[in-house]
Antibody
Framework: QVQLVQSGAEVKKPGASVKVSCKAS????????FNWVRQATGQGLEWMGW????????GYAQKFQGRVTMTRNTSISTAYMELSSLRSEDTAVYYC?????????????WGQGTLVTVSS | DIQMTQSPSTLSASVGDRVTITCRAR??????LAWYQQKPGKAPKLLIY???SLQSGVPSRFSGSASGTEFTLTISSLQPDDFATYYC?????????FGLGTKVEIK
């Protein structure tokens, strides 16, 4: 069965970076894009960007340009999202989600979420 | 960015009620609209994609429809498991954008 398992909660200081992992299993890792979405406590969902794990191509929301980097390691079927220059407003749960293109749908499987807390 | 206006923000209903949630896109997104259900502490769950296609495993009481840039999620007979927050998402144009959510509460 398809599973996306994310890394554990992180506590970071302002200005630091965080790297969240998303390990995929149950399907061919390189056949489906990843999207990353975050959610501040009690708030709505915010799309951050996408990555094609086959080519490594990425696309980021303008809000995160220059601060976010999405990468992958195909040998271990894992996608990564790194966010730098953290500030308190980046405190949120970060989700990876698999995009299916046949049929075209944005997120059929999601990771369990990773809480990132930014605090001095 | 394409703004998605979702209404209402909160909805109080009883088990067995028919519930309708609306999402309006500021510009055309064709039919590339998805609906998610989210419960506290859990990841969103895809219910509907391409405006009206039911995701595998989702009960048939959930349905989606579209008219131009207005999209609707309908729950035909609300069940206890359906009390949650619902989000729409357009995935026609990057950046993908979400509505602000509709919390369905017990009346």
């Amino acid at each position: 069965q398809v599973q996306l398992v994310q890394s554990g909660a992180e506590v970071k200081k302002p200005g630091a970076s965080v790297k969240v992992s998303c390990k995929a299993s149950g399907y061919t890792f390189t056949s489906y894009d990843f999207n990353w979405v975050r959610q501040a406590t009690g708030q709505g969902l915010e799309w951050m960007g996408w990555m094609n794990p086959n080519s490594g191509n990425t696309g980021y929301a303008q809000k995160f340009q220059g601060r976010v980097t999405m990468t992958r390691n195909t040998s271990i079927s894992t996608a990564y999202m790194e966010l730098s220059s953290l500030r308190s407003e980046d405190t949120a749960v970060y989700y990876c989600a698999r995009r299916n293109k046949q049929p075209n749908l944005p997120g059929d499987y999601w990771g369990q979420g990773t809480l990132v807390t930014v605090s001095s | 960015d394409i703004q998605m206006t979702q209404s209402p923000s909160t909805l109080s209903a009883s088990v067995g009620d028919r519930v309708t949630i609306t999402c309006r896109a500021r510009q055309s997104i064709s039919s590339w609209l998805a609906w998610y259900q989210q419960k506290p502490g859990k990841a969103p769950k895809l219910l509907i994609y391409k405006a009206s296609s039911l995701q595998s495993g989702v009960p048939s009481r959930f349905s989606g429809s579209a008219s131009g840039t207005e999209f609707t999620l309908t729950i035909s007979s609300l069940q206890p498991d359906d009390f949650a927050t619902y989000y729409c998402q357009q995935y026609n144009i990057y950046p993908w954008t979400f509505g602000l959510g509709t919390k369905v509460e017990i009346k």
